[in-house]
């Protein structure tokens, strides 16, 4: 299992937004679109044994689960209708039950702090400032963390700095959260690459 | 200079196609537009050491230019956009010569083969089948050439075959174009990336 937390900051709690406008209007949920096709879409098929939490200015976290997900296909604007259905289940939300929008995506009442505190695997901050990748050994079952086109808040970043295992930096380019998605994937597929 | 060529089979030559079914009337568009964006985007400015050539339909060639290119960012409606605009200005085309539609980028009427002759690199074909990117010495200026979500036709894998210093793979998973071009650019980057 491969987890990845991503951090939406102007990402709207609210579902009426235009598929128009996603980088604009919508507060760069472009970005967090193409995060969740880079953490799933293979060339042929889905990654099943992935999951993504996007954190939506921390309160509410949609839960994307590898292993149970449809209709997901890499087009921006596809991914942004899960997305908003997602956002508008959140009206079901009692306490801190998750709501089911569509297969394998659910939403639910979850801070930031919660997110990495309730994670499987062990946190791993991808950071432009972080420790070449070249020198990391990734933990069993990694959970990436990552933040979209702003940086982490203070808070977040208090967080991170308490809870992960290591800060790292893919290459020695500053990337798009996305791109750093599919280095990270080709990082931990080719471990052992030679063998296969 | 690194080169990219992408082929789209099924992109219209025509620019009247809606910015909002980029992966249906838009014959897949979306897979390009991510290209584009994944062959110069970096988190903080383009690289403009970068070339692009989007092949459509094997008859009209959009090049890319990252040292001239503006108004590019990364959501997939902005670069559909930036196409549009390419495809439009094929109407003006006399002859051979290319005609530009927006600064950095330029239209000609340029069959694959013709592109793939006039690279000013060293064609390296990116395929599912090729031989593993750990085994591969990238040439000085190399030209990864790939194909959008279809495989390459007979005659452009015929063309390639010929041409091309290399047939590689970049991992063991089967990636879509765009992560592929990722995936190229971070293994072009972190060569010596120890001392960087």
Do not use: K, W
């Not at 990654?47 to 994307?64: A, E, S």
């Not at 309730?118 to 420790?131: F, K």
């Not at 959970?143 to 295992?165: G, M, N, P």
């Amino acid at each position: 299992m491969r987890e990845f937390v991503v951090v939406g900051h102007e990402v709207p709690v609210d579902p009426d937004f235009p598929l128009d406008d996603l980088a604009g209007g919508a507060g760069r949920l472009d970005i967090l679109c193409r995060c969740v096709a880079a953490a799933f879409l293979r060339s042929h098929g889905l990654r099943t044994d992935v999951r993504v939490h996007l954190v939506v200015q921390d309160r509410l976290t949609l839960r994307f689960d590898g292993a149970e997900l449809r209709y997901l296909s890499p087009e921006e604007r596809n991914v942004a209708s899960l997305i908003r259905h997602g956002l508008a289940a959140a009206e079901e939300i009692v306490g801190r039950r998750p709501v089911e929008s569509t297969p394998g995506i659910t939403v639910a009442n979850r801070t930031f702090a919660e997110v990495i505190d309730g994670l499987e695997g062990t946190p791993v901050e991808l950071h432009e400032d972080g420790d070449p990748v070249v020198e990391f050994a990734p933990p069993d079952r990694p959970a990436f963390v990552l933040s979209d086109h702003r940086d982490f808040s203070t808070a977040e970043a208090d967080r991170l700095a308490s809870a992960a295992a290591a800060r790292v930096r893919l290459g020695p380019e500053r990337l798009h959260a996305d791109h750093a998605i599919t280095i990270a994937h080709n990082f931990l597929d080719t471990e052992g690459y030679t063998v296969y």
